[in-house]
């Protein structure tokens, strides 16, 4: 339990820590590779750590001193067999993306993760690697962990992808590392390109043709250094934050904005919100920048169709900024929430609900009208980091504090993200 609540403008400048997507691809893509990789920048969430966990019982070395990571790897030619089961606790990145490399592999192993894990679906990765010869067993038909799998030589498929997922499309392209032949992958919308960027810098050939991934079999990853942009997906909790208290003004350095992520930075803009971007950098092979958000009127918008991807990780706080605009925001085409680490419609229509919001589910999203005050309650965050996030962005606008039943599942994550919450609004640097 915690409760928080704030009145009062917000200030201060934020540095954004690692992005998870890129931070558990730099750590598989080192444990693939033969010899030494480094990370600096590498988030130390408990999703990463999973990662981690996950490629050191394969017998890859990993040393964490902070933000740095050294990855020593014999190759995944040379994997040991795990003595122990693989757990991926709460991540389901670290579940699919490495299904498709176990498949690919030489060793046998099962995998499983946590309760939240052990409910989302696996046959989106399952099936088509089952389609390159994987030997995949898991229950439902290879739906659920656990899964166990015997690694073996792939081969090559062309195949057209029924969700738009960066998981599924970076299961089948690792897998596709070690397969027969050349595989393709058809999105259909773009979904976030951190496994393509990554590939490339690892030097793999990956060609790309509209929505068409090619990558040619037998091709083996050289190490290298990765440095991780700042996570937007966290940054996007501060821009809202920052739109939503009035008069407001927070600067956030270091953020990855790969145009396969913006989508939040398109919507604020879209709604009305001061949003500026301040001069941008180029790390190992992703983008970063600084932001400065400040409170301003915002007006309802629509969100759907291939912005969806863009901006999916973010849906539970744009609904918490939805009930501050004015006018009806609607969210469409977002069915791939109820697969998250809970079903986040429900979830967010159930807790601001709770917070005083007018909001309900559709199909395949939300209806939010706005703008309403909102009060305090207490959030279940059904152990979902997203969910407690958006409950504690919202103390900062209630009229009576909020309760989170449990911060904890935050650091899946976010691990620092209450000291950035003191920051900004005791406006320390
Ligand atoms: O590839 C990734 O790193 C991720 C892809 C997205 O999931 P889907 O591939 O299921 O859309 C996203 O929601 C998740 O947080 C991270
Ligand atoms: C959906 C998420 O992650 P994953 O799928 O890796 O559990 C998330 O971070 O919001």
Redesign the pocket.
């Known amino acids: 339990m915690k409760t928080l609540h704030h009145q009062g403008p917000l200030k201060g400048t934020l540095v954004i820590p690692g992005d998870?997507?890129i931070s558990?691809?730099s750590i598989l893509f080192g444990a693939m590779a033969q010899g030494t990789t480094t990370v600096e920048g590498f988030l130390q969430s408990d999703d990463c750590l999973s990662t981690i966990d996950c490629v050191q019982r394969v017998g890859v070395q990993v040393e964490v001193d902070g933000d740095r990571v050294t990855v020593n790897s014999p190759g995944i030619e040379n994997w040991k067999e795990p003595d122990t089961i693989l757990y991926t606790g709460n991540s389901?990145?670290t579940t699919?993306?490495l299904a498709g490399v176990l498949a690919s592999s030489s060793v046998a192993s099962v995998m499983i993760g946590d309760e939240s894990i052990q409910k989302r679906p696996m046959k989106r990765v399952t099936d088509p690697l089952r389609l390159m010869g994987a030997e995949i067993i898991g229950r439902s038909g290879g739906n659920f962990t656990p899964l166990a799998i015997q690694g073996k030589k792939l081969a090559a498929i062309s195949y057209q992808m029924p969700?738009?997922?960066?998981?599924?499309?970076?299961a089948i392209l690792l897998a596709a590392l070690r397969a027969e032949g050349t595989t393709s992958v058809t999105e259909i919308d773009t979904?976030?390109d951190?496994?393509e960027k990554m590939l490339r810098h690892f030097g793999v050939e990956v060609h790309q043709t509209e929505s068409t991934i090619t990558l040619q079999g037998g091709q083996k990853l050289t190490p290298a250094h990765v440095v991780v942009p700042g996570d937007i997906?966290s940054a996007a909790f501060w821009l809202v934050a920052g739109a939503i208290v009035p008069d407001s003004f927070i600067r956030l350095e270091n953020v990855g904005v790969n145009p396969t992520r913006d989508g939040i930075v398109e919507v604020l803009q879209e709604m009305g919100a001061t949003l500026r971007m301040t001069g941008s950098t180029s790390g190992s092979h992703e983008e970063t920048a600084t932001l400065e958000i400040e409170s301003s009127h915002l007006t309802a918008t629509e969100v759907q169709g291939s912005q969806i991807?863009r901006l999916?990780?973010e849906i539970p706080i744009l609904a918490l900024l939805a009930t501050q605009a004015t006018g009806v925001t609607v969210i469409r085409d977002a069915e791939?929430l109820k697969?998250?680490e809970t079903n986040r419609i429900d979830a967010v229509v159930n807790e601001l609900t709770k917070l005083g919001a007018q909001i309900e589910s559709t199909e395949d999203g939300m209806r939010i009208t706005g703008p309403t005050p909102l009060h305090g309650a207490t959030i279940t965050t059904y152990g979902d980091h997203r969910i407690g996030m958006m409950g504690a962005i919202a103390s900062l606008i209630t009229s009576s504090p909020v309760t989170l039943d449990n911060a904890d599942c935050i650091s899946v994550s976010y691990p620092n993200f209450f000291e950035h919450y003191k920051q900004v609004t005791t406006g320390s640097n």
């Open positions: 998870k997507s558990h691809r389901g990145t699919r993306l969700v738009a997922s960066a998981q599924v499309k970076s979904s976030r951190h496994t997906s991807p999916i990780d791939e697969v998250k």
